[in-house]
Structures are given as structure tokens and as C-alpha cells.
Nanobody, 121 residues
Framework: QVQLVESGGGLVQPGGSLRLSCAAS????????MGWYRQTPGKERELVAT???????NYADSVKGRFTISRDNAKNTVYLQMNSLKPEDTAVYYC???????????????WGKGTLVTVSS
């Protein structure tokens, strides 16, 4: 069993900051790329940022320069620092990770249940 648990969402005013965390736990042999996605009602889930195990990051154009993704491999945790938040950043944010559960198995994508971020005055 593998679980991804997000935390850190909430209500913030425009221009404010939030830090999301996502911890992976359970039967884990190794974790590859980790990332954050977001979704608003009626829209498809979209990529926000991803980070490889060595630390190479990739961002959606809409968040470049405002969001920073990082990870702590020892803690199986990925973070998303969100600065200069805008109302259009309001969404449910989901954590994703490519996890290999044993040495003989392929990595599979796992998802957290999501955390709501609301940017409003």
C-alpha cells in the first residue's frame, strides 16, 4: 500500500504565499519524478510543476517565477512554494509521484487526494 498525503492548502489573499507539502509512505522501493497538478471545476487537471529525483524542475508557464518545487528524498516528500498568488491559482492541488514498490516491478503513478487552495480577498 502506498499513500500520498498533501497538506498546506487554505485561503490566502492575492499576492500572498502558501507552501504545500506531500509525503509518500507505505511500501516504497524508490521514487522517481514527483510533481504537482491542479484542477478547477469543469476543467482538466493541469501540470503545475515536476521535479526529478536529482532535482531537475519543470514548470507550467503560468507559474514560472512565482512557484518553486523542491523535494527531500530522505523524507519522500515534495514541496511547492507558491508566492505572488493570484485568484486564477485557485484550485485543488494534487501531488503525483512515480513509485516503484519493489526491485522487480515497474514504477507506477500515484496520486494524493488533493488540497484546496483558494486565493481571494
Amino acid at each position: 500500500q502506498v499513500q500520498l498525503v498533501e497538506s498546506g492548502g487554505g485561503l490566502v489573499q492575492p499576492g500572498g504565499s502558501l507552501r504545500l507539502s506531500c509525503a509518500a509512505s507505505g511500501s516504497i522501493f524508490s521514487i522517481g519524478t514527483m510533481g504537482w497538478y491542479r484542477q478547477t471545476p469543469g476543467k482538466e487537471r493541469e501540470l503545475v510543476a515536476t521535479i526529478t529525483k536529482p532535482g531537475s524542475a519543470n514548470y507550467a508557464d503560468s507559474v514560472k517565477g512565482r512557484f518553486t518545487i523542491s523535494r527531500d528524498n530522505a523524507k519522500n516528500t515534495v514541496y511547492l512554494q507558491m508566492n505572488s498568488l493570484k485568484p486564477e491559482d485557485t484550485a485543488v492541488y494534487y501531488c503525483n509521484a512515480d513509485i516503484r514498490r519493489s526491485i522487480g516491478r515497474n514504477a507506477m503513478p500515484y496520486w494524493g487526494k488533493g488540497t484546496l487552495v483558494t486565493v481571494s480577498s
